[in-house]
């Protein structure tokens, strides 16, 4: 399911009034997914070196993954995700979801220990995966005015 992060399926903040709202979306989500229990939070780097780079000391390293594998190795494409795990904290990754709706980070993922609901923040809002269809329609029905008017709810 996705879920903008402002009205009218605005795609940027541009005052600190807009960004207020995107966070408080984001973690009203996150809350009623994850409160009370431990996340992973996947952040992926793109690189074209199979070396892995170093993380935020409060990523750890969790692996490679060789996405574009070229004969030419300048053509090469690295994926390297770090996972960090922490109980879930309303507001203990604003900093990175501010930085996600700014488009200046991408790919992150904030999941279960399970990995059994997962949430994937974008600039423009969030799509949010599910254990159960009955359980997206009850998220889905508490926040109806956050959905797109889109038909294919894009």
């Not at 300048?74 to 604003?94: K, N, Q």
């Not at 799509?127 to 797109?148: I, K, N, Q, T, Y």
Request: net charge negative; aromatic share 10%; proline share 6%.
């Amino acid at each position: 399911m996705r879920f903008h992060s402002l009205p009218e399926s605005k795609r940027y903040a541009e005052n600190e009034s807009e960004y207020t709202v995107v966070l408080e979306r984001y973690n009203t989500i996150l809350d009623e997914l994850f409160a009370g229990a431990d996340v992973y939070v996947i952040t992926p780097l793109w690189t074209t070196e199979a070396e892995v780079p170093s993380f935020q000391p409060d990523a750890g390293y969790w692996q490679s993954l060789l996405v574009a594998d070229d004969p030419d190795p300048e053509f090469r494409t690295y994926c390297h995700l770090s996972a960090a795990r922490r109980p879930w904290r309303r507001g203990c990754i604003d900093e990175l979801l501010r930085d996600v709706a700014d488009d200046k980070v991408a790919g992150v993922l904030i999941t279960d220990a399970q990995m059994q609901r997962i949430h994937h923040p974008y600039d423009g809002g969030a799509d949010v995966f599910l254990a159960s269809s009955r359980e997206r329609d009850r998220m889905r029905d508490r926040h109806p005015d956050w959905l797109s008017s889109h038909p294919l709810g894009l």
